[in-house]
């Protein structure tokens, strides 16, 4: 029997879109997986693609994900935002469930009262995707399965854990989340978030002192790594793909191409390593 091989796909708003170019790369090399496992936009791009849609044409589908659509006029209204992205996932999602899926996913949410990782993989798509990807302060948690359930970024962007949890025996994740040490260590969380930040520096310096935000948003990310560090220490994936992203922030749509061709280049550096896992999985 061959060793089941999972593809793991992080979270990171639009640096999520390097996914679809690491996929055209696993479509080109004809390198198949046996199930997906993803986080936040790392789940709604392992949804589309296990419906059978190719990465290209996925592509061209988030192109029409601009950040105008999702603030414009709902800049205040984070359900509105939600609205906009169920709609978009309405055309090719609609009533699906995951049993409808040509390759097995598992997506991960956090439940908001209990302060617990969930995995979902059963049941509607798109509730599962929402509450997925329900990023706190721009979307809200989502009511699902009678829990409150938020971004499973929440506690940890990347479940290679849960692809073993799964019987993986392979695991090929894909990370893209900047690392710690090449973000700006006072930087303006608008900024990381949306791709502009506040006039003047509102959010970030005041004179020598970082500002109380930049403050937080350092602290946040920094308790953010400790645990994504941990749990890839604790169950390594046996290739990890880093696509080169660091520089769009993550609900910033206006450029798609620019992340699709990141995926393409990391995965392509990592081309033999890919190779060999699949070659040694047939051979089993």
Same mark, same amino acid.
């Given at each position: @029997? ?23 790369? +696993?479509?080109?090399?004809? &390198?198949? #997986?046996?199930?997906? #496992?993803?986080?936040? @936009? ?15 044409? +996925? ?7 601009? +950040? ?34 040509? &390759? ?7 439940? @908001? ?21 329900? @990023? ?18 929440? &506690? ?23 690392? +710690? ?11 990381d978030i949306i791709g502009f930040g506040m006039p003047f520096g509102l959010f970030t310096n005041s004179g020598r002192s970082p500002s109380m935000i930049a403050s937080i948003w350092r ?25 080169? #992203? ?39």
């Amino acid at each position: @029997m061959c060793a089941k091989i999972a593809l793991v796909l992080g979270g990171g708003g639009s640096r999520g879109i390097a996914h679809l170019g690491v996929l055209e790369v +696993l479509d080109r090399e004809g &390198i198949q #997986v046996d199930f997906i #496992v993803g986080t936040s @936009m790392g789940a709604i791009v392992g949804a589309l693609y296990a419906t059978g849609l190719e990465p290209a044409f +996925l592509a061209e589908r988030f192109g029409q994900l601009q +950040l105008n659509a999702l603030l414009g006029a709902n800049l205040f209204s984070a359900r509105a935002r939600q609205r906009t992205v169920e709609a978009w996932l309405e055309e090719p999602l609609a009533e699906k469930t995951f049993a409808d899926l040509k &390759i097995p996913l598992v997506v991960t949410a956090v439940d @908001m009262v209990h302060g617990r990782e969930v995995q979902l993989d059963e049941g509607l798509l798109i509730p599962a995707l929402l509450a997925s990807s329900a @990023m706190p302060a721009v979307f809200p948690p989502v009511e699902h399965q009678e829990m409150h359930l938020a971004d499973g970024g929440v &506690i940890d962007s990347l479940a290679t854990h849960v692809a073993f949890d799964h019987g993986a025996e392979k695991v090929i994740a894909v990370d893209i989340q900047p690392p +710690l040490d090449e973000e700006k260590i006072w930087g303006d969380p608008l900024y990381d978030i949306i791709g502009f930040g506040m006039p003047f520096g509102l959010f970030t310096n005041s004179g020598r002192s970082p500002s109380m935000i930049a403050s937080i948003w350092r602290s946040s990310r920094i308790m953010a790594w400790h645990v994504h560090q941990s749990r890839l220490d604790t169950h390594p994936p046996d290739v990890l793909l880093m696509p080169q #992203v660091s520089s769009y922030g993550s609900l910033d749509f206006k450029d798609t191409d620019g992340p699709r061709q990141a995926g393409i280049e990391e995965a392509e550096r990592h081309i033999e390593a890919l190779r060999a896992l699949i070659s040694a999985h047939e051979e089993e």
